[in-house]
């Protein structure tokens, strides 16, 4: 479904990734994990098109993607949540979701998308914000929201773009046990409904426990790529990795 | 009784001024060009029914759509850059209109007159209210007309998803890319909504002062243009009315008695007004509380 | 052949004249370096510098020098002024209500200005606006040399200060890693305050320079000078001192030169359109810094 082909970025004499070739097939959830400044977020950025690449190519469902702005990106069915939250702060739980919903539709169905929402819209984001448990706060500012309430918001605003790819930056990042248990039971129903995910996690567990493969970057190169069994056993993984963890 | 008929149309065009630079800050913009396009409103508009002949509604309407012409063609570049530069690049478009007006003369005979915008003197006797014998009051109803028209228009595409769009915008630009929003798209249309409501203030502007020229238009309107929204708060088109009220009617009128004080209380209470409510006088959340603050008093009913 | 005399004489006036735009255009750039905030106030200031110098020294015979030097004292005491009343209580988040607190402080500030002298442009003293320098076919004013010298002085200060003392260390260390500086120890405040004390002295200069080259001080000053010194900002690049100082002198040449050949209605027109030529091509100005990470 995706398709990275020698992605390379240079942030003047930093590479910050090098020759990445990495493939996610439809419907899987693929980890990516790596030491701080790896690389990790920075791929996701490139996915996104947030910043230009030096050089490969970004191919998503079989056409090369890589020139195209962001938001042509997310119509075509990418969206991505952000490592340090970034919500609309002023806006209310429900605009937020608003903001983001795809404007589905030609003629009058555009055009009503834009202006009032039809009713299978709105019904749409109240289905999501229940999902993503924030039913009952729909109609309070981001900003006032709790951390880890946020951090379900931004999750249910990519969401809300109808992604058939999601890439997640963090999700864990600052939650307790039990939010990210319902985390990691979210992630699964959303592969149910057919919802490739790209997951970057620094949780161990929650990375082993619900992906189906991993890839490890090490200074901006994939230095492994396999199941979670087998990425467990990796000694260039434990090395670069995992490894620091054990001496810690 | 013409004294406060001639202070509720400086209020009604300034709000339309006002709601021009609220239009373009929803999206995270300050834009010191409104002046500008405040301008070519009015000159539009006083050539079309002076010289032109023109009844003054199509005249209006053609004088806005220019000025939104001119905004849009302005906004793909200058919007190019943010921030500071931003303030400077619209500033120094809105000067470089004042200073064209300034260097403008187009002229025609009518028997013993010469008529049109002369340069440095300005633009005289654009005197078609007058002329078609509109009382101040008839006036004074045709602007605010034409104020709630705008203000209702804002006020519903402010609570349609578009509204959401342009704040998401202003708040940040990144996220609302990534959410699949063309940034330069939204930021674009804002400042071409900016400059139709500008272009419109500014017509009506010269047909209620007859008299136009382009010290009016200076940096001076321009800090105007965006003080009302800034003060009034962006949550939504009453914060605007209510800080041109503020200002023009309490401040500027109000306190006329204290006479040379005025004007340095002026400046003091807007340093004042920003300290207090560094979000504006209404925020958003003020709309919030006062919306919880309405549902409680529905259940206390109920 | 004398046209183009004539021509060459103007730029070399409107050169001299540029080290004001200069030293304003480094205030600019200052505050925002270290607040990332723009300062609207700051022109205005300036010349009210220049007025306090005149009035407080209204009832002694001062030399010129001393009210030049007054005006620069005046001005550090009214940019921490401008610091507590228009930045210190505003939360950094929010960059709008700043600059509008700022706008009122340039309304307040002018307002002053009038009240205190009824409105009334007041005669400023310059120095040597007697003497006239002969070099070949030129003729160099004194008050324009001795301005423009006055002009470079205050910028090696300045950049002794920035580049060559603790204080200028800490000043850097807060417009490059706020956060990094605060954990060394650096106080945030501190470098604010002094930084527009130093702004507001070299303000305070540029506000003296302009009352002695055009011989008055008005009020009505503050504006232009308030967008001349945005437009030499942005020329020079946000952030760049030396590109603040050549953006001075070449608008200073440049408005001179336009004065001189299309009647002093266009020149600023001509100005905005360098302006607009640079925001196009060079978005980033003269001398931009270089682009970070994206």
Not at chain 1, 208 to 217: E, G, N, P
Not at chain 2, 236 to 260: C, S, Y
Not at chain 2, 272 to 286: N, S
Request: hydrophobic share 55%; proline share 3%.
């Amino acid at each position: 479904m995706l398709e990275l082909r020698r992605l390379t970025k240079y942030f003047g004499g930093v590479r910050a990734v090098d020759g990445v070739d990495l493939t996610v097939a439809e419907g899987e959830i693929l980890g990516l994990i790596g030491p701080n400044g790896s690389g990790k977020s920075t791929i996701i950025n490139l996915i996104c098109g947030l910043f230009p690449l030096t050089d490969g190519e970004v191919v998503f469902r079989g056409t090369d993607i890589s020139t195209l702005p962001p938001h042509e990106r997310v119509a075509l069915g990418i969206a991505r949540t952000f490592q340090n939250i970034r919500l609309f702060g002023q806006l209310t739980v429900w605009q937020n979701l608003w903001v983001a919903q795809k404007a589905r539709g030609q003629g009058r169905g555009f055009l009503r998308g834009w202006l009032g929402g039809s009713r299978h819209d709105r019904v749409a984001i109240d289905k999501t914000l229940d999902f993503f448990d924030l039913g009952h706060k729909r109609d309070e500012l981001a900003g006032n929201l709790a951390f880890g309430e946020q951090r379900r918001l931004e999750f249910a605003r990519a969401f809300a773009a109808k992604p058939s790819l999601l890439l997640l930056d963090e999700p864990a990042a600052g939650m307790n046990a039990e939010e990210i248990d319902q985390l990691d039971a979210r992630i699964r129903q959303l592969r149910r409904e057919g919802v490739t995910i790209v997951l970057i996690e620094h949780h161990v567990e929650l990375v082993m426990s619900v992906t189906d493969r991993i890839a490890v970057l090490n200074f901006g190169q994939k230095i492994a790529e396999g199941t979670p069994a087998e990425i467990q056993t990796n000694p260039l993984v434990r090395e670069a990795y995992l490894g620091t963890q054990t001496a810690a | 009784m013409d004294f406060y008929l001639g202070l509720v149309q400086i209020i009604g065009v300034h709000t339309l001024l006002g709601l021009s630079a609220y239009c373009v800050l929803l999206t995270g913009q300050v834009s010191l060009a409104q002046a500008g396009f405040f301008a070519v409103g009015a000159y539009v508009a006083g050539m079309l029914t002076v010289l032109g002949g023109w009844p003054l509604i199509p005249a209006l309407a053609v004088a806005s759509l220019a000025a939104g012409i001119v905004a849009c063609a302005v906004g793909f570049p200058a919007l190019r850059v943010k921030g500071l530069m931003l303030v400077v690049a619209t500033t120094a478009f809105g000067e470089a209109v004042r200073l064209f007006f300034f260097n403008f003369t187009y002229q025609l005979e009518r028997g013993e007159l010469r008529i049109g915008p002369h340069g440095g003197e300005g633009f005289r006797q654009i005197r078609y209210f007058p002329e078609n014998g509109w009382s101040t009051l008839d006036v004074m109803l045709f602007i605010w007309v034409v104020v709630i028209a705008v203000m209702a228009a804002l006020w519903w595409m402010d609570r349609s998803r578009i509204g959401a769009v342009l704040r998401a915008v202003g708040e940040d630009e990144l996220a609302a890319q990534s959410s699949g929003i063309n940034v330069t798209a939204v930021k674009v249309s804002a400042m071409t909504i900016g400059g139709l409501i500008a272009g419109l203030g500014g017509g009506l502007f010269a047909h209620y002062t007859t008299h136009i020229e382009h010290v009016q238009f200076g940096v001076v309107l321009a800090t105007f243009a965006v003080a009302y929204p800034i003060l009034g708060g962006l949550s939504n088109v009453f914060g605007t009315l209510i800080a041109v009220i503020f200002i023009q009617g309490f401040l500027i009128e109000g306190l006329r008695f204290m006479g040379d004080w005025r004007n340095l209380l002026f400046g003091g209470l807007i340093v004042l007004a920003m300290i207090v409510r560094p979000r504006g006088l209404i925020d958003a959340g003020t709309l919030v509380a006062l919306k919880r603050l309405l549902r409680r008093g529905e259940r206390a009913g109920a | 052949m004398l046209d183009l005399i004539d021509a060459l004489q103007s730029v070399a006036d409107g050169v001299l004249f540029g080290a004001t735009y200069a030293l304003l255009g480094i205030g600019f750039t200052l505050i925002f370096g270290v607040m990332h905030k723009i300062n609207l106030s700051y022109a205005a200031a300036s010349i009210g510098a220049a007025y306090a110098s005149l009035l407080l020294l209204a009832g002694v015979k001062a030399p010129p020098v001393l009210v030049f030097l007054m005006a620069a004292a005046c001005g550090g005491v009214i940019g921490a002024l401008v610091y507590f009343v228009a930045f210190r209580f505003i939360p950094l988040a929010n960059p709008l209500a700043t600059l509008m607190s700022t706008v009122g402080l340039l309304l307040l500030i002018d307002e002053i200005v009038v009240h205190a002298t009824a409105g009334v442009p007041l005669n400023y003293p310059a120095l040597f606006s007697d003497v006239v320098i002969r070099a070949g076919a030129f003729n160099l004013r004194g008050d324009l040399m001795f301005v423009f010298a006055l002009g470079c002085v205050a910028m090696v200060l300045l950049w002794a200060l920035l580049y060559r003392t603790r204080l200028g260390i800490a000043t850097r260390a807060v417009s490059q890693q706020p956060v990094a500086a605060q954990l060394c120890g650096i106080s945030i405040d501190g470098v604010n305050i002094l930084t527009f004390v130093i702004t507001g002295v070299l303000g305070g200069l540029a506000g003296a320079m302009t009352g002695a080259a055009i011989g008055v001080l008005s009020p009505l000053l503050s504006l232009p000078l308030t967008v001349k010194g945005l437009i030499v900002t942005v020329i020079g690049g946000l952030g760049s001192i030396p590109g603040a100082i050549v953006a001075g002198l070449l608008v200073g040449g440049i408005e001179n030169v336009v004065q001189f050949f299309r009647g002093v209605s266009e020149r600023d027109l001509y100005v905005m359109m360098l302006l607009f030529a640079f925001l196009v091509f060079r978005p980033g100005g003269l001398f931009a810094p270089a682009a970070g990470r994206d």
